[in-house]
């Protein structure tokens, strides 16, 4: 079954440091892959999505992620964090007919990150 | 000009009451979807729509519901609620294929 992992529930980072958040995915063949970003209260909002091509994928607010077949991966980084990144963030998978089609998204259970002054 | 909306925000109703929440798209999108996100924040698919057939999550209770009048608008009916109803609901929607964007989510408490 198509499954997607986010290892850490947890990440702390002080600000302007660097951060990267993992995901490992399993599905039978290359899925689309989605990062959102879920501040306290509010909706989820796309911040980067790889659907095939060039494996180094930017996204909004200086986020990027670079997905790796080798080893099943899709991690997010960020050069320099700022305080209004503290959120909950989502990796999500989907099959051919689910980039946002029928069947929909698989999550991961989120990584919660805080951001130390 | 909000792409997904829902209404409504938060919703507190008791135990055994059926409520429903809407959704509506501006974004000529084809597929809607609905979702469910526990107090775990896990987010999982509970429906997905176009005009052509409804996909349902094999786990979710025949009390739930989508109901669509047209393509810009999702409905999600909930009969006879239970305790465990509670949660956040996001609606989201995408052409088929492509990227889903979501709604801003009801946070619905049963009592």
């Known amino acids: 079954a198509q499954s997607v992992t986010q290892p850490d529930i947890h990440i702390t980072v002080s600000e302007g440091a660097s951060l990267e958040l993992r995901c490992n995915y399993s599905y039978g063949a290359t899925p689309y892959l989605f990062w959102y970003v879920q501040s306290p209260g509010q909706g989820l909002q796309l911040l980067l999505k790889?659907?095939?091509?060039?494996?180094l994928v930017q996204g909004i607010k200086g986020f990027e992620a670079e997905f790796k077949r080798s080893q099943s991966s899709f991690n997010l980084r960020k050069p320099s964090v700022h305080w209004s990144d503290a959120a909950e963030y989502f990796c999500a998978g989907g099959g051919e007919t689910s980039g946002g089609g029928a069947d929909g998204l698989t999550f991961g259970k989120g990584t919660h990150l805080i951001i130390q002054p | 000009d909000t792409a997904v909306s829902q209404t409504p925000k938060y919703l507190v109703t008791q135990m055994g009451n059926d409520k429903s929440i809407k959704c509506e798209q501006n974004l000529g999108h084809d597929t809607m979807y609905w979702y469910k996100q526990d107090s775990k924040k896990f987010l999982k698919i509970m429906f997905s729509?176009?005009?052509?057939?409804?996909?349902i999550n094999e786990t979710v209770p025949n009390r739930f519901s989508p109901k669509s009048p047209d393509k810009a608008h999702l409905n999600l009916h909930i009969n006879s609620l239970e305790l465990g109803d509670s949660a956040v609901y996001f609606c989201a929607s995408s052409r088929t294929g492509e990227t889903q964007y979501f709604g801003p989510g009801t946070r619905l408490t049963v009592l």
């Open positions: 790889y659907f095939s091509g060039d494996t």
């Open positions: 729509y176009n005009n052509k057939e409804l996909i």
